[in-house]
DNA sequence: TTGCTTTGCGTCAATTTAACACAAAGTAAT
DNA sequence: ATTACTTTGTGTTAAATTGACGCAAAGCAA
Protein backbone atom coordinates (compact mmCIF):
# COMPACT_ATOMS: atom_id res chain seq x y z
CA UNK A 1 0.00 0.00 0.00
CA UNK A 2 2.82 2.50 1.12
CA UNK A 3 4.63 1.32 -1.98
CA UNK A 4 1.82 1.97 -4.07
CA UNK A 5 1.49 5.43 -3.05
CA UNK A 6 4.91 5.50 -3.63
CA UNK A 7 4.93 4.34 -7.12
CA UNK A 8 1.88 6.03 -8.24
CA UNK A 9 3.75 9.26 -6.95
CA UNK A 10 6.50 9.23 -8.52
CA UNK A 11 4.56 8.08 -11.66
CA UNK A 12 2.64 11.90 -11.31
CA UNK A 13 5.81 13.38 -10.75
CA UNK A 14 7.51 12.06 -13.93
CA UNK A 15 4.42 13.51 -15.96
CA UNK A 16 4.82 17.00 -14.42
CA UNK A 17 7.73 17.94 -16.59
CA UNK A 18 8.50 20.32 -19.25
CA UNK A 19 6.37 18.42 -21.78
CA UNK A 20 3.27 18.32 -20.29
CA UNK A 21 3.16 21.85 -19.26
CA UNK A 22 1.43 24.90 -20.98
CA UNK A 23 0.67 28.31 -21.58
CA UNK A 24 -2.55 29.19 -20.53
CA UNK A 25 -3.82 32.63 -21.39
CA UNK A 26 -7.40 34.19 -20.24
CA UNK A 27 -9.33 36.59 -22.31
CA UNK A 28 -12.49 38.46 -21.57
CA UNK A 29 -15.29 39.48 -24.11
CA UNK A 30 -16.10 42.15 -22.37
CA UNK A 31 -19.72 43.02 -23.42
CA UNK A 32 -21.39 46.63 -22.80
CA UNK A 33 -24.66 48.24 -23.75
CA UNK A 34 -25.57 51.68 -25.53
CA UNK A 35 -27.76 53.52 -27.87
CA UNK A 36 -29.43 49.70 -28.24
CA UNK A 37 -26.63 47.91 -29.64
CA UNK A 38 -24.37 44.86 -27.59
CA UNK A 39 -20.88 45.57 -27.88
CA UNK A 40 -17.59 44.08 -27.52
CA UNK A 41 -14.30 45.88 -26.00
CA UNK A 42 -11.80 44.66 -28.45
CA UNK A 43 -7.60 45.73 -29.02
CA UNK A 44 -5.85 46.11 -31.78
CA UNK A 45 -3.83 43.01 -32.39
CA UNK A 46 -0.05 43.34 -33.74
CA UNK A 47 1.00 39.81 -34.04
CA UNK A 48 2.01 38.28 -37.15
CA UNK A 49 0.12 36.97 -38.65
CA UNK A 50 -2.87 38.67 -37.80
CA UNK A 51 -1.69 42.33 -37.82
CA UNK A 52 -4.46 44.61 -38.64
CA UNK A 53 -7.22 42.28 -36.71
CA UNK A 54 -8.90 43.10 -33.73
CA UNK A 55 -8.69 40.86 -30.62
CA UNK A 56 -9.97 40.27 -27.44
CA UNK A 57 -8.29 41.48 -24.09
CA UNK A 58 -5.91 39.31 -22.23
CA UNK A 59 -3.33 38.01 -20.98
CA UNK A 60 -1.00 34.70 -19.50
CA UNK A 61 -1.82 33.18 -16.35
CA UNK A 62 0.25 34.05 -13.41
CA UNK A 63 2.25 31.63 -11.69
CA UNK A 64 0.52 32.27 -8.36
CA UNK A 65 -3.30 33.23 -9.35
CA UNK A 66 -6.31 31.23 -10.23
CA UNK A 67 -8.05 31.84 -13.55
CA UNK A 68 -10.75 34.23 -11.74
CA UNK A 69 -8.06 36.26 -10.08
CA UNK A 70 -6.47 36.54 -13.85
CA UNK A 71 -9.78 37.64 -15.32
CA UNK A 72 -10.58 40.17 -13.04
CA UNK A 73 -6.65 41.18 -13.29
CA UNK A 74 -7.28 41.67 -16.87
CA UNK A 75 -10.74 43.72 -16.57
CA UNK A 76 -9.86 45.71 -13.86
CA UNK A 77 -6.16 47.09 -15.50
CA UNK A 78 -8.49 48.07 -18.86
CA UNK A 79 -11.09 49.06 -17.37
CA UNK A 80 -10.41 50.52 -13.77
CA UNK A 81 -14.07 49.31 -13.02
CA UNK A 82 -14.25 46.88 -10.06
CA UNK A 83 -17.07 44.36 -9.27
CA UNK A 84 -17.30 43.34 -12.11
CA UNK A 85 -19.72 40.31 -13.38
CA UNK A 86 -17.14 37.55 -14.61
CA UNK A 87 -18.31 34.40 -15.97
CA UNK A 88 -16.45 31.46 -17.47
CA UNK A 89 -17.14 30.36 -21.16
CA UNK A 90 -14.83 27.65 -22.47
CA UNK A 91 -11.70 26.50 -22.69
CA UNK A 92 -9.70 26.43 -26.29
CA UNK A 93 -7.15 24.20 -26.48
CA UNK A 94 -6.42 23.91 -30.35
CA UNK A 95 -2.78 22.97 -30.56
CA UNK A 96 -2.32 25.48 -33.42
CA UNK A 97 -4.80 28.20 -32.15
CA UNK A 98 -2.04 30.30 -31.30
CA UNK A 99 1.08 31.03 -33.76
CA UNK A 100 3.54 31.65 -30.86
CA UNK A 101 3.66 28.12 -29.85
CA UNK A 102 0.77 26.23 -28.06
CA UNK A 103 -1.19 29.00 -25.55
CA UNK A 104 -4.39 26.97 -24.25
CA UNK A 105 -7.39 29.57 -23.50
CA UNK A 106 -9.63 30.36 -20.98
CA UNK A 107 -12.40 32.86 -21.50
CA UNK A 108 -14.30 34.89 -19.29
CA UNK A 109 -17.09 37.56 -20.35
CA UNK A 110 -18.28 40.74 -18.42
CA UNK A 111 -20.55 42.78 -18.32
CA UNK A 112 -20.01 46.55 -18.31
CA UNK A 113 -21.87 49.61 -18.26
CA UNK A 114 -20.48 51.75 -20.97
CA UNK A 115 -21.47 54.83 -19.11
CA UNK A 116 -19.27 53.85 -16.74
CA UNK A 117 -16.37 53.46 -18.61
CA UNK A 118 -15.89 57.10 -20.08
CA UNK A 119 -13.09 56.27 -22.29
CA UNK A 120 -10.56 55.64 -20.27
CA UNK A 121 -9.53 52.13 -21.17
CA UNK A 122 -6.50 51.41 -23.23
CA UNK A 123 -4.46 48.75 -23.91
CA UNK A 124 -1.17 48.47 -22.70
CA UNK A 125 1.17 50.36 -24.88
CA UNK A 126 -1.34 53.23 -23.62
CA UNK A 127 -3.71 52.69 -27.39
CA UNK A 128 -7.28 53.45 -26.80
CA UNK A 129 -9.32 50.34 -26.78
CA UNK A 130 -12.62 49.99 -29.24
CA UNK A 131 -15.98 49.22 -28.70
CA UNK A 132 -17.31 47.66 -31.78
CA UNK A 133 -21.25 46.54 -32.28
CA UNK A 134 -21.00 42.64 -31.81
CA UNK A 135 -23.33 42.42 -35.43
CA UNK A 136 -20.70 44.32 -36.83
CA UNK A 137 -17.81 41.75 -35.54
CA UNK A 138 -16.91 39.08 -38.13
CA UNK A 139 -13.16 38.70 -38.47
CA UNK A 140 -11.13 38.78 -35.54
CA UNK A 141 -7.22 37.37 -34.89
CA UNK A 142 -6.66 33.92 -33.02
CA UNK A 143 -9.70 31.93 -32.35
CA UNK A 144 -11.75 34.99 -30.45
CA UNK A 145 -14.49 35.01 -33.13
CA UNK A 146 -15.37 31.58 -32.31
CA UNK A 147 -14.74 32.89 -28.85
CA UNK A 148 -17.31 36.00 -28.83
CA UNK A 149 -19.48 33.88 -30.04
CA UNK A 150 -19.91 31.34 -28.16
CA UNK A 151 -19.58 34.08 -25.26
CA UNK A 152 -22.36 35.81 -26.17
CA UNK A 153 -24.66 32.10 -26.54
CA UNK A 154 -24.14 32.04 -22.63
CA UNK A 155 -25.08 35.46 -21.97
CA UNK A 156 -28.00 35.01 -24.48
CA UNK A 157 -28.72 31.91 -21.74
CA UNK A 158 -27.83 33.91 -18.92
CA UNK A 159 -29.24 36.75 -18.86
CA UNK A 160 -32.67 35.17 -19.16
CA UNK A 161 -32.14 33.04 -16.34
CA UNK A 162 -30.69 35.54 -13.68
CA UNK A 163 -30.68 39.19 -13.64
CA UNK A 164 -27.14 40.18 -14.92
CA UNK A 165 -28.10 42.84 -17.69
CA UNK A 166 -28.67 45.21 -15.09
CA UNK A 167 -24.66 45.32 -14.88
CA UNK A 168 -25.38 47.18 -18.45
CA UNK A 169 -27.51 49.50 -18.00
CA UNK A 170 -27.71 52.89 -15.92
CA UNK A 171 -28.43 52.26 -12.34
CA UNK A 172 -31.38 54.36 -13.14
CA UNK A 173 -33.54 53.35 -16.13
CA UNK A 174 -36.46 53.31 -17.75
CA UNK A 175 -38.64 50.27 -18.53
CA UNK A 176 -38.65 50.76 -22.16
CA UNK A 177 -34.68 51.04 -21.98
CA UNK A 178 -35.17 47.86 -20.19
CA UNK A 179 -37.16 46.38 -22.87
CA UNK A 180 -34.73 47.72 -25.17
CA UNK A 181 -31.84 45.58 -23.35
CA UNK A 182 -33.39 42.00 -23.42
CA UNK A 183 -34.73 42.81 -27.12
CA UNK A 184 -31.19 43.35 -28.20
CA UNK A 185 -29.32 40.66 -26.61
CA UNK A 186 -31.99 38.07 -26.68
CA UNK A 187 -32.36 39.26 -30.55
CA UNK A 188 -36.25 39.05 -30.26
CA UNK A 189 -38.90 41.76 -30.16
CA UNK A 190 -41.20 42.12 -27.08
CA UNK A 191 -44.56 43.12 -26.12
CA UNK A 192 -44.47 46.35 -24.56
CA UNK A 193 -47.63 46.19 -22.43
CA UNK A 194 -46.43 42.05 -21.65
CA UNK A 195 -43.00 43.00 -21.00
CA UNK A 196 -44.34 45.60 -17.98
CA UNK A 197 -46.68 43.47 -16.75
CA UNK A 198 -43.66 40.80 -16.47
CA UNK A 199 -41.42 42.67 -14.69
CA UNK A 200 -43.76 44.16 -12.44
CA UNK A 201 -44.92 41.37 -11.32
CA UNK A 202 -41.18 40.20 -10.65
CA UNK A 203 -41.35 43.04 -7.87
CA UNK A 204 -37.55 43.32 -8.25
CA UNK A 205 -37.65 47.04 -9.79
CA UNK A 206 -37.89 49.98 -6.99
CA UNK A 207 -39.76 52.94 -8.41
CA UNK A 208 -37.76 55.70 -7.65
CA UNK A 209 -40.28 58.39 -8.31
CA UNK A 210 -38.24 59.85 -10.63
CA UNK A 211 -38.74 60.74 -14.67
CA UNK A 212 -36.61 61.44 -17.56
CA UNK A 213 -36.72 64.76 -18.78
CA UNK A 214 -35.31 66.72 -22.09
CA UNK A 215 -37.49 63.95 -24.03
CA UNK A 216 -39.88 65.69 -26.66
CA UNK A 217 -42.78 63.27 -25.30
CA UNK A 218 -44.04 61.67 -22.38
CA UNK A 219 -40.85 61.25 -19.69
CA UNK A 220 -40.83 57.97 -18.54
CA UNK A 221 -40.23 56.52 -14.67
CA UNK A 222 -37.25 55.40 -13.72
CA UNK A 223 -36.53 52.37 -11.63
CA UNK A 224 -33.36 50.49 -10.34
CA UNK A 225 -33.03 46.63 -9.44
CA UNK A 226 -33.35 45.97 -5.95
CA UNK A 227 -30.62 43.75 -5.62
CA UNK A 228 -31.17 42.79 -2.27
CA UNK A 229 -34.67 41.51 -2.58
CA UNK A 230 -33.22 39.51 -5.24
CA UNK A 231 -30.99 37.76 -2.80
CA UNK A 232 -33.52 37.38 -0.29
CA UNK A 233 -36.19 35.79 -3.02
CA UNK A 234 -33.50 33.53 -4.30
CA UNK A 235 -32.05 32.37 -1.12
CA UNK A 236 -36.11 31.52 0.07
CA UNK A 237 -36.56 30.04 -3.52
CA UNK A 238 -39.25 32.14 -4.01
CA UNK A 239 -38.14 33.20 -7.33
CA UNK A 240 -39.07 32.61 -11.00
CA UNK A 241 -36.93 35.39 -12.99
CA UNK A 242 -37.53 33.96 -16.29
CA UNK A 243 -37.56 36.80 -19.06
CA UNK B 1 4.74 49.26 -37.05
CA UNK B 2 7.00 46.25 -38.14
CA UNK B 3 8.98 47.53 -34.28
CA UNK B 4 6.16 47.53 -32.20
CA UNK B 5 5.21 43.90 -33.55
CA UNK B 6 8.60 42.69 -32.94
CA UNK B 7 8.52 43.86 -29.66
CA UNK B 8 5.05 42.84 -29.03
CA UNK B 9 6.43 39.17 -30.28
CA UNK B 10 9.40 39.50 -27.65
CA UNK B 11 6.74 40.72 -24.90
CA UNK B 12 5.17 37.53 -25.42
CA UNK B 13 7.82 35.18 -25.81
CA UNK B 14 9.50 36.02 -22.66
CA UNK B 15 6.54 35.37 -21.06
CA UNK B 16 6.23 31.77 -22.91
CA UNK B 17 8.85 30.49 -20.33
CA UNK B 18 9.15 27.88 -17.37
CA UNK B 19 7.17 29.80 -14.60
CA UNK B 20 4.22 30.40 -16.45
CA UNK B 21 3.67 27.09 -17.44
CA UNK B 22 1.35 24.61 -16.25
CA UNK B 23 0.55 21.43 -15.49
CA UNK B 24 -3.02 20.80 -16.71
CA UNK B 25 -5.01 17.40 -16.39
CA UNK B 26 -8.91 16.89 -17.09
CA UNK B 27 -10.99 15.35 -15.44
CA UNK B 28 -14.85 13.54 -15.66
CA UNK B 29 -17.78 13.18 -13.65
CA UNK B 30 -19.13 10.40 -14.98
CA UNK B 31 -23.13 9.84 -14.43
CA UNK B 32 -24.90 6.70 -14.68
CA UNK B 33 -28.62 6.33 -14.15
CA UNK B 34 -29.37 2.86 -12.69
CA UNK B 35 -32.45 1.63 -9.96
CA UNK B 36 -33.37 4.92 -9.73
CA UNK B 37 -30.41 6.54 -8.15
CA UNK B 38 -27.87 8.86 -10.40
CA UNK B 39 -24.65 7.21 -9.82
CA UNK B 40 -20.90 8.94 -10.33
CA UNK B 41 -17.85 6.80 -11.43
CA UNK B 42 -14.61 7.46 -8.88
CA UNK B 43 -11.48 5.21 -8.56
CA UNK B 44 -9.44 5.51 -4.78
CA UNK B 45 -7.05 7.97 -4.69
CA UNK B 46 -4.16 6.57 -2.83
CA UNK B 47 -1.96 9.62 -3.51
CA UNK B 48 -1.15 11.70 0.35
CA UNK B 49 -2.86 13.32 1.98
CA UNK B 50 -5.74 11.67 0.36
CA UNK B 51 -5.24 8.27 0.64
CA UNK B 52 -8.72 6.16 1.04
CA UNK B 53 -10.47 8.67 -0.36
CA UNK B 54 -12.53 8.21 -3.93
CA UNK B 55 -11.40 10.58 -6.71
CA UNK B 56 -12.50 11.52 -10.26
CA UNK B 57 -11.42 9.71 -13.05
CA UNK B 58 -9.15 12.09 -14.86
CA UNK B 59 -5.31 12.39 -16.65
CA UNK B 60 -2.72 14.94 -17.32
CA UNK B 61 -3.19 17.07 -20.86
CA UNK B 62 -0.60 15.55 -23.41
CA UNK B 63 1.23 17.72 -25.80
CA UNK B 64 -1.05 17.40 -28.92
CA UNK B 65 -4.41 16.61 -27.55
CA UNK B 66 -7.33 19.19 -27.32
CA UNK B 67 -8.84 18.95 -23.81
CA UNK B 68 -11.69 17.83 -25.81
CA UNK B 69 -9.40 14.66 -27.03
CA UNK B 70 -8.19 14.26 -23.23
CA UNK B 71 -11.68 13.59 -21.93
CA UNK B 72 -12.86 11.42 -24.39
CA UNK B 73 -9.37 9.49 -24.42
CA UNK B 74 -9.65 9.13 -20.72
CA UNK B 75 -13.51 8.34 -20.81
CA UNK B 76 -12.65 5.25 -23.95
CA UNK B 77 -10.06 4.27 -22.07
CA UNK B 78 -11.98 3.33 -18.90
CA UNK B 79 -15.75 2.51 -20.02
CA UNK B 80 -14.64 1.42 -23.24
CA UNK B 81 -17.66 3.15 -24.72
CA UNK B 82 -17.45 5.38 -27.79
CA UNK B 83 -19.28 8.25 -28.65
CA UNK B 84 -20.17 9.51 -25.03
CA UNK B 85 -21.82 13.01 -24.64
CA UNK B 86 -19.02 15.12 -23.17
CA UNK B 87 -19.71 18.61 -21.87
CA UNK B 88 -17.23 21.03 -20.02
CA UNK B 89 -17.85 21.97 -16.72
CA UNK B 90 -15.30 24.31 -15.21
CA UNK B 91 -11.94 25.26 -14.50
CA UNK B 92 -10.44 24.73 -11.58
CA UNK B 93 -7.11 26.68 -10.50
CA UNK B 94 -6.51 27.29 -6.88
CA UNK B 95 -2.66 27.18 -6.85
CA UNK B 96 -3.15 25.14 -3.96
CA UNK B 97 -5.83 22.43 -4.94
CA UNK B 98 -3.04 19.68 -5.64
CA UNK B 99 -0.57 18.35 -3.39
CA UNK B 100 2.19 17.65 -6.07
CA UNK B 101 2.72 21.02 -6.79
CA UNK B 102 0.41 23.28 -9.05
CA UNK B 103 -2.12 21.38 -11.63
CA UNK B 104 -4.61 23.18 -12.88
CA UNK B 105 -7.37 21.05 -13.84
CA UNK B 106 -10.66 21.58 -16.18
CA UNK B 107 -13.91 19.36 -15.17
CA UNK B 108 -15.65 17.63 -18.36
CA UNK B 109 -19.40 15.51 -17.34
CA UNK B 110 -19.94 12.61 -19.07
CA UNK B 111 -23.62 10.57 -19.27
CA UNK B 112 -23.49 7.06 -19.67
CA UNK B 113 -26.00 4.17 -19.79
CA UNK B 114 -25.15 1.82 -17.03
CA UNK B 115 -26.69 -0.87 -18.40
CA UNK B 116 -24.28 -0.63 -21.16
CA UNK B 117 -21.27 -0.68 -19.24
CA UNK B 118 -21.20 -4.23 -17.38
CA UNK B 119 -19.16 -3.90 -15.00
CA UNK B 120 -16.12 -3.43 -16.92
CA UNK B 121 -14.56 -0.61 -15.57
CA UNK B 122 -10.93 -0.24 -14.24
CA UNK B 123 -8.69 1.92 -13.38
CA UNK B 124 -5.15 2.24 -14.45
CA UNK B 125 -3.91 -0.27 -12.01
CA UNK B 126 -6.55 -2.39 -13.20
CA UNK B 127 -8.78 -1.70 -9.89
CA UNK B 128 -12.40 -2.01 -10.71
CA UNK B 129 -14.23 1.45 -10.32
CA UNK B 130 -16.89 2.22 -8.29
CA UNK B 131 -20.42 3.42 -9.17
CA UNK B 132 -21.34 5.86 -5.98
CA UNK B 133 -25.05 7.12 -5.76
CA UNK B 134 -24.47 11.02 -6.10
CA UNK B 135 -26.59 12.04 -3.16
CA UNK B 136 -24.39 9.52 -0.80
CA UNK B 137 -20.96 11.40 -1.77
CA UNK B 138 -19.65 13.73 0.62
CA UNK B 139 -15.97 13.89 0.72
CA UNK B 140 -13.68 13.06 -1.99
CA UNK B 141 -9.93 13.79 -2.83
CA UNK B 142 -8.74 17.22 -4.05
CA UNK B 143 -11.33 19.85 -4.59
CA UNK B 144 -13.22 16.68 -6.64
CA UNK B 145 -16.52 16.93 -4.25
CA UNK B 146 -16.78 20.78 -5.60
CA UNK B 147 -16.13 19.48 -9.62
CA UNK B 148 -18.90 17.00 -8.88
CA UNK B 149 -21.67 19.71 -7.25
CA UNK B 150 -20.41 22.00 -9.83
CA UNK B 151 -21.13 18.99 -12.91
CA UNK B 152 -24.64 18.01 -11.20
CA UNK B 153 -26.03 22.05 -11.05
CA UNK B 154 -24.81 21.75 -15.16
CA UNK B 155 -26.50 18.83 -15.48
CA UNK B 156 -29.96 19.77 -14.00
CA UNK B 157 -29.81 22.59 -16.36
CA UNK B 158 -29.02 20.97 -19.59
CA UNK B 159 -31.02 18.00 -19.19
CA UNK B 160 -34.05 20.71 -19.34
CA UNK B 161 -33.20 22.19 -22.41
CA UNK B 162 -31.44 19.47 -24.34
CA UNK B 163 -32.52 15.70 -24.52
CA UNK B 164 -29.29 14.47 -23.47
CA UNK B 165 -30.85 11.90 -20.75
CA UNK B 166 -31.37 9.39 -22.72
CA UNK B 167 -28.08 8.98 -22.89
CA UNK B 168 -28.25 7.26 -19.36
CA UNK B 169 -31.20 5.54 -20.23
CA UNK B 170 -31.47 2.05 -21.88
CA UNK B 171 -32.40 2.37 -25.60
CA UNK B 172 -35.66 1.22 -24.83
CA UNK B 173 -37.87 2.55 -22.20
CA UNK B 174 -40.87 3.27 -20.28
CA UNK B 175 -42.63 6.55 -19.76
CA UNK B 176 -42.46 5.31 -16.34
CA UNK B 177 -39.05 5.17 -16.24
CA UNK B 178 -38.09 8.32 -18.18
CA UNK B 179 -40.23 10.13 -15.75
CA UNK B 180 -38.34 8.64 -13.01
CA UNK B 181 -35.34 9.67 -14.33
CA UNK B 182 -35.98 13.11 -14.83
CA UNK B 183 -38.00 13.17 -11.18
CA UNK B 184 -34.17 11.64 -9.77
CA UNK B 185 -31.78 14.03 -11.97
CA UNK B 186 -33.55 17.68 -10.61
CA UNK B 187 -35.36 16.41 -7.46
CA UNK B 188 -38.34 17.24 -8.15
CA UNK B 189 -41.88 15.34 -8.50
CA UNK B 190 -43.58 15.44 -11.65
CA UNK B 191 -47.46 14.36 -12.31
CA UNK B 192 -47.35 10.98 -14.14
CA UNK B 193 -50.56 12.11 -16.47
CA UNK B 194 -49.35 15.81 -17.20
CA UNK B 195 -45.53 14.84 -18.28
CA UNK B 196 -46.96 11.99 -20.41
CA UNK B 197 -48.83 14.49 -22.35
CA UNK B 198 -45.65 16.83 -22.34
CA UNK B 199 -43.72 14.44 -23.66
CA UNK B 200 -46.41 12.69 -25.81
CA UNK B 201 -46.62 16.08 -27.22
CA UNK B 202 -43.23 16.55 -28.14
CA UNK B 203 -43.67 14.12 -30.96
CA UNK B 204 -40.00 12.63 -30.10
CA UNK B 205 -40.71 9.14 -29.14
CA UNK B 206 -41.20 6.01 -31.51
CA UNK B 207 -43.75 3.99 -29.92
CA UNK B 208 -42.06 0.65 -30.30
CA UNK B 209 -45.10 -1.33 -29.45
CA UNK B 210 -43.32 -3.38 -27.13
CA UNK B 211 -43.91 -4.14 -24.10
CA UNK B 212 -42.37 -5.03 -20.47
CA UNK B 213 -42.27 -8.09 -19.43
CA UNK B 214 -41.49 -10.61 -15.98
CA UNK B 215 -43.34 -7.61 -14.10
CA UNK B 216 -46.16 -8.23 -11.74
CA UNK B 217 -48.42 -5.61 -12.87
CA UNK B 218 -49.69 -4.50 -16.31
CA UNK B 219 -46.59 -3.95 -18.70
CA UNK B 220 -45.19 -0.72 -19.33
CA UNK B 221 -45.20 0.69 -23.24
CA UNK B 222 -41.62 1.10 -24.64
CA UNK B 223 -40.27 3.91 -26.54
CA UNK B 224 -37.49 5.13 -28.02
CA UNK B 225 -36.27 8.72 -28.88
CA UNK B 226 -36.04 9.38 -32.25
CA UNK B 227 -32.56 11.19 -32.42
CA UNK B 228 -33.41 11.79 -35.94
CA UNK B 229 -36.84 13.53 -36.03
CA UNK B 230 -34.82 15.80 -33.38
CA UNK B 231 -32.17 16.43 -34.84
CA UNK B 232 -34.58 17.37 -37.64
CA UNK B 233 -37.17 19.51 -35.37
CA UNK B 234 -34.15 21.61 -33.92
CA UNK B 235 -32.47 22.41 -37.31
CA UNK B 236 -36.25 23.81 -38.31
CA UNK B 237 -36.42 25.63 -35.24
CA UNK B 238 -39.75 23.80 -34.54
CA UNK B 239 -38.62 22.52 -30.95
CA UNK B 240 -39.36 23.25 -27.75
CA UNK B 241 -38.14 20.80 -25.48
CA UNK B 242 -38.43 22.07 -22.02
CA UNK B 243 -38.91 19.60 -19.20
C1' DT C 1 -54.65 75.14 -28.80
C1' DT C 2 -53.45 71.47 -31.76
C1' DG C 3 -50.52 67.87 -33.25
C1' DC C 4 -46.89 64.64 -32.44
C1' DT C 5 -44.56 61.10 -29.96
C1' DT C 6 -43.92 57.97 -26.43
C1' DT C 7 -45.41 56.22 -21.97
C1' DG C 8 -48.54 53.64 -19.20
C1' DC C 9 -52.43 50.73 -18.28
C1' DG C 10 -56.63 47.13 -18.77
C1' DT C 11 -59.14 43.63 -21.13
C1' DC C 12 -60.15 39.49 -23.37
C1' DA C 13 -59.13 35.23 -25.82
C1' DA C 14 -55.98 31.48 -26.35
C1' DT C 15 -52.78 28.56 -24.48
C1' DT C 16 -50.55 26.14 -20.94
C1' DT C 17 -50.27 24.13 -16.54
C1' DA C 18 -51.96 21.81 -12.36
C1' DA C 19 -54.94 18.91 -9.97
C1' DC C 20 -57.45 15.03 -9.88
C1' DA C 21 -60.24 9.78 -10.48
C1' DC C 22 -61.06 5.67 -12.56
C1' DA C 23 -60.69 1.85 -15.89
C1' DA C 24 -57.43 -1.62 -17.93
C1' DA C 25 -53.76 -5.16 -17.94
C1' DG C 26 -51.23 -8.25 -16.04
C1' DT C 27 -49.44 -11.47 -11.90
C1' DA C 28 -50.10 -13.88 -7.50
C1' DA C 29 -52.73 -16.05 -4.17
C1' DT C 30 -56.64 -18.72 -2.83
C1' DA D 1 -61.49 -19.56 -11.96
C1' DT D 2 -62.13 -16.09 -8.95
C1' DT D 3 -60.32 -12.45 -6.26
C1' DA D 4 -56.85 -9.36 -4.72
C1' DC D 5 -53.05 -6.59 -5.80
C1' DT D 6 -50.08 -3.57 -8.32
C1' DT D 7 -48.92 -0.53 -11.86
C1' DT D 8 -50.12 1.42 -16.40
C1' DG D 9 -52.78 4.45 -19.16
C1' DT D 10 -56.23 8.00 -20.21
C1' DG D 11 -59.73 12.51 -19.94
C1' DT D 12 -61.74 16.52 -17.80
C1' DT D 13 -61.92 20.80 -15.59
C1' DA D 14 -60.29 24.90 -13.15
C1' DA D 15 -56.55 28.07 -12.60
C1' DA D 16 -52.72 30.53 -14.21
C1' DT D 17 -50.05 32.42 -17.75
C1' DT D 18 -49.27 34.35 -22.14
C1' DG D 19 -50.29 36.92 -26.30
C1' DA D 20 -52.73 40.32 -28.81
C1' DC D 21 -54.61 44.55 -28.86
C1' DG D 22 -56.77 49.87 -28.11
C1' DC D 23 -56.85 53.97 -25.87
C1' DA D 24 -55.94 57.56 -22.52
C1' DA D 25 -52.15 60.40 -20.40
C1' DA D 26 -47.98 63.28 -20.37
C1' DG D 27 -44.92 66.13 -22.21
C1' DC D 28 -42.75 69.01 -26.07
C1' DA D 29 -43.12 71.59 -30.49
C1' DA D 30 -45.40 74.11 -33.77
Known amino acids: ?14 HLHEETKFSISVDCVIFGYD ?6 LLMDCNMPPYEGKKSLIGDLLQKQETTDEAA ?9 LTDLYLEQVNVYSNPFR ?17 EDYENQIVDAENKQLEWKTLATIDDLAFDHLEIVKDAYARLQRTVREVPIGFSMLPKK ?6 QNFYETVLDI ?9 KLMALGLLIDLKEFQDNVAHRPAKLYSFDF ?10 TLNFEI
Not at 35 to 40: C, F, G, I
Not at 100 to 105: A, D, N, S
Not at 189 to 197: I, P, Y
Open 1 to 14: MAINNTENINTWLS
Open 35 to 40: EAALKV
Open 72 to 80: KRILENRTL
Open 98 to 114: HPLGRVITLAYYSLINI
Open 173 to 178: FSLIQL
Open 189 to 197: ELDRRNFRR
Open 228 to 237: EKYKQKKNIG
